[in-house]
């Protein structure tokens, strides 16, 4: 019986017994090799039955690749310490008396972020941001949204065909993104603005609404505007900063350059200003004071006070909204005096400008500007 099952299974070396092997060396080795051969093509059609195609090896290697970019995307970011900011800016001659004659109205509403103290810099902003080392900026101290309208009117709005020689009537939309780089007493300012300019601003039935309610001479002009068109443009600007140093809890003063430009279809300039400032808490809102245009005052930051007064020249390359039998002026010098005063969580700034005029011929213009910033976290 044992050696049946022996004939049927296998013999000492492993081999089956489906052909006996020869007795002799140089057979058995022939046999030996003819067996290992089999063998071996037989694990390789296995192997290859099992085996991924390439192009099924490709997918898994890509969807693994995709996994992990995921994972590191959903990852948390490391948390920027900053503190968050809403402002109301608004602006008109009446605050002193006057009606018309130029930039006569705006009302601005900003959210702007700031680095906490102690902290470097927070994120960029939502327009300048993916821009921003094109712009030569490294880095945020603070960013500035704001959406605003502005209008424009010549003196006499009771005549229906404005004075030529006088400012037209123009009404804009705006929206504002800026952000500064603070390094030290130097900062980098960068700003793109897009907006409207045209009857689509809604400027007429604003200023008519305005005066309904203030009893004022109802505009009759507004048919001359300009129609509509799309605005763009680009700032960019260098600001140093040369302060004292006063001994702590007492009011210091500093001062602080600036330089720049801004390039667009609503106006480009070339051009600089000064401002001096003297209270506290101005090295913590030296950011604030650089951030520029129409959108934001200089305001405090925290608890603390400062008045402050400025002067600027500007270049002006082009305008637009201007009628064509318009004089452009080219040197445009403004200046400005206020006073700025902040709590542990709000702040209110106050401000008196006067300015060129858009067009040669026309008076001297001046409007009042109140702003009041409220913190929100």
Known sequence: MAARETRRGSNATGMPHSRCPPASPVAAVTYARRFTKRHVSSRRRMNASTELPPARIRTSRILAFLQLVALAASAPAPALAEERYGALLFQNDLFLGRDGGGYTNGIYLSSLRIASPGDEGIAPGVLVGPVASLLGLSGATLTAASFGQGIVTPKDISRRVPD????????????????VARHDDVADVAAISLGLIGPASGAEQVQRSIHRLTGSTTPQGWDTQVSNRALVGLERARAWRFATTPAAGTAGAD???????????LESTVGASLLVRYGTGLSRSFPAAVVNGYSVDPFVVGAGWFVFAGVS????????????????RRERVAGTVGLAHGWARSSLTFSVRTTDPLVSGSKRQMFGSLTYLTRFE
Do not use: C, K, M, W
């Not at 030529?164 to 952000?179: E, N």
């Not at 350059?257 to 279809?265: R, S």
């Open 164 to 179: 030529p020689t006088d400012a037209p009537y123009a009404g804009f939309l705006i929206f504002r993104s800026a952000q």
């Open 255 to 265: 001062a602080i350059l600036q330089a720049g430009g801004a390039l667009g279809n």
């Open 313 to 328: 020249a500007d270049r002006v390359l082009n305008h637009t909204g201007l009628a064509d039998e318009a004089r452009l």
